[in-house]
């Protein structure tokens, strides 16, 4: 199994409500990753936990909560996003073996979220 | 600090035409080097990757040469195919798992 899993594949919410996105993988990688999307530009890391723990916050807004329960799961809890936050949200998984070369990312399809 | 910079798209091809995108980096010491390509409504999927000087990595036609004297990880393929319409997004990895993306190449082929 060489995927990464993300659910649900679109999102629509509005301003007050609170969602929650995941991703799962089975690969038995150690890092894993959120990234933000917008149209026509690359990927922006937010999120990276290796080995379940929280190691880069890329100075997200505090709206975006991560949480990864076990090596295999990794979920973005939503609360008061606003209409910029629309996007598609990437999960990724690696190996976790800092600095091995042998390091490459393995991406979801993503969730598209728009926020009303 | 560490930087990709990818030549600007949107790039229009005749299928069987030669394609060359052009990657450059900036980086602290021996930084991975990887092609991603994304389909429309996907998520990025890895082309190839080198992990040092001079090494090519090659898959599905596409090359691409890690090159230190002139940082650059140039994509090459010779002769594209409908499907290969994509977007595609040259990288590299430094320590600590931190990836960093160009801004990506925007690639049509027309029949």
């Known amino acids: 199994d060489t995927e990464v899993t993300q659910t649900p594949k679109h999102l629509v919410m509005g301003m007050t409500n609170k969602k929650s996105l995941k991703c799962e993988q089975h690969?038995?990688?150690?890092?894993m990753y959120w990234y933000k999307q917008k149209a026509k530009k690359p990927p922006e890391l937010m999120f990276v936990?290796?080995?379940?723990?929280?190691?880069i916050n890329e100075s997200v807004p505090s709206r975006f909560s991560p949480e990864c329960p076990n090596s295999s799961l990794l979920n973005l809890h939503l609360h008061a996003l606003q209409p910029e936050d629309s996007a598609l949200y990437l999960c990724?998984?690696?190996?976790?073996?800092?600095?091995?070369?042998?390091?490459?990312?393995?991406f979801g399809s993503g969730t598209q979220l728009s926020v009303l | 600090g560490n930087s990709v910079t990818q030549m600007e798209g949107p790039v229009t091809l005749s299928e069987e035409a030669f394609l060359t995108i052009n990657c450059t980096y900036t980086a602290t010491g021996y930084p991975s080097l990887f092609w991603y390509v994304q389909y429309p409504g996907e998520g990025l999927q890895l082309l190839l990757k080198a992990t040092k000087a001079d090494d090519k990595g090659s898959n599905k036609g596409f090359e691409a040469t890690y090159r230190k004297e002139t940082t650059s990880f140039h994509l090459e393929k010779g002769s594209v195919q409908v499907s290969d319409s994509a977007v595609y997004f040259c990288?590299?990895?430094?320590?600590?798992?931190?990836?960093?993306f160009g801004t990506g190449t925007s690639l049509t082929v027309i029949p």
């Open positions: 990724a998984s690696s190996q976790g073996s800092s600095g091995q070369k042998n390091e490459k990312l393995f």
């Open positions: 936990y290796s080995y379940e723990k929280l190691s």
């Open positions: 690969m038995g990688h150690r890092a």
């Open positions: 990288a590299l990895m430094r320590a600590g798992n931190q990836f960093y």
